[in-house]
């Protein structure tokens, strides 16, 4: 069986051996592409182990049209997966991986096997951080729930590496965070995301552990406007009494609107911030702020202009960006007697963080007449053009998610990172 056509280009995919085959897809080895195979979804849907099963023309399409949305939005934010590109209607080219047996839940509401494992809980109880579980994979048993030790006991070896504390923990750290970034993706349109299972896998060759399998309409609980009796996802197809053509087609169209949104889920860009720097001999420093804000998602413009030499100028751009409507953080890069941060702060509503070039035996004071503000005027400063860019970057992501993604994304590589450096250090000794 042969792929031929790409949505990245035209690459022709030979498939080789199944490696496993499950309930609701197909992985494949690839001849032509070592370290990759393809994962192909079936028109098959399942609940309780398998227990309940049933075809469902157009599900492999749905499934795999959400779950190659998704993960392309996660490793846009910065999150690990093993998803390349998608390949046709109902495949996609992924990173080899040998499979952890472990299954992620991330919980905010309190509803389903939740309720049952914890008489007297009432559902919509809300967790506050999420609440994660960990199930062992294990269909005869029905996936049981494991605890953090019982995972640590079992002392599990995937693709060449141990499963222990640290490998853990990077996985609890990483679960906690996509469900986190997903949950704020879907309330930016109004809809409710109540639990996610996801998996892991270990790269062939690398030892790498980063997000695998797939995310669809299986994998979690979605309520638009938080409401269970609009719920979107499989619990419908679970909760069926009986199952007709008519109730089948029904959880075939929730799949297709969850599918469809999905696509909404990562817009344009729809914040900015603006460096305004006092003279061109300081584009330097700006475009290393303008670096920091486009590696975060957040458009960065550069202008020159002085609010001691040209007032008036200064004033009329300020006016220009306040105009447009689009929400703005302004970075005023000047030194000496700084006047260009507080002015713009003076004469608007939208925050301003100085960010002053520091050099030579006047860098003190250059801090100090950025700090040393006049009544009435509200504008940050930091020392740093990194820390300038992280700033502004923070305060759009209250109202754009996708920047507060990379945030999120950035801040656990970085955990990570420490993670690691810290276990190696230990194994090194």
Avoid at 315 to 331: C, D, H, K, Q
Wanted: glycine content about 8%.
């Amino acid at each position: 069986m042969n792929g031929t056509g790409d949505a990245n280009g035209d690459c022709d995919y030979s498939l080789g051996p199944v490696i496993i085959e499950g309930k609701t897809k197909i992985v494949y080895k690839l001849k032509s592409l070592p370290g990759h195979v393809m994962l192909k979804s079936k028109d098959r849907i399942t609940a309780g182990d398998g227990a309940r099963a049933h075809d469902m023309e157009g599900k492999a399409a749905i499934s795999t049209a959400t779950t190659c949305a998704l993960f392309k939005l996660l490793n846009d934010a910065g999150i690990k997966t093993h998803f390349k590109r998608r390949h046709s209607d109902t495949e996609f080219v992924a990173l080899e991986c040998e499979m952890v047996p472990l299954e992620w839940v991330t919980r905010r509401v309190a509803t389903g096997s939740f309720l049952k494992r914890h008489v007297g809980v009432k559902e919509g109880f809300r967790f506050c951080p999420p609440k994660q579980e960990t199930f062992f994979k294990d269909d005869a048993n029905h996936d049981p729930l494991w605890s953090y030790e019982q995972c640590v006991a079992a002392e599990l070896r995937v693709g060449g590496i141990l499963i222990g504390p640290d490998e853990l923990d990077i996985m609890r750290k990483i679960t906690v965070t996509v469900f986190e970034i997903l949950e704020r993706c879907w309330s930016s349109l109004d809809c409710s995301l109540i639990d996610m299972k996801i998996e892991f896998g270990v790269v062939k060759n690398t030892g790498e552990i980063v997000l695998a399998d797939t995310i669809d309409s299986d994998s979690w609980r979605l309520w638009p406007a938080g409401d269970r009796r609009l719920m979107k996802d499989k619990q419908v197809y679970r909760e069926l009494k009986e199952v007709t053509k008519e109730a089948l087609d029904t959880v075939k169209r929730n799949f297709e609107w969850v599918a469809e949104r999905v696509e909404l889920l990562s817009p344009k860009p729809i914040a900015r911030a603006v460096v305004l720097m006092g003279s061109a001999s300081d584009s330097a420093h700006a475009e290393k702020i303008q670096t920091c804000c486009k590696s975060l998602g957040v458009p960065c413009e550069l202008r020159v202009t002085s609010a001691h030499k040209g007032t008036e100028e200064t004033l009329r751009i300020l006016a220009e960006y306040e105009g447009e409507g689009i929400p703005t953080v302004f970075i005023a890069v000047a030194g000496r007697s700084n006047g260009l941060g507080p002015v713009l702060s003076g004469s608007s509503s939208w925050p301003v963080i100085n960010c002053p070039p520091l050099s030579g035996e006047w860098a003190a004071h250059d801090i100090w007449s950025s700090m040393r503000l006049p009544s009435g005027l509200g504008c940050a400063t930091v020392m740093y053009p990194e820390a300038a860019g992280l700033a502004a970057a923070q305060i759009l992501s209250l109202t754009d998610h996708v920047i507060w993604s990379k945030i999120r994304a950035k801040q656990l590589n970085t955990w990570v990172g420490l993670k690691q450096a810290d276990r190696k250090m230990r194994n090194d000794k």
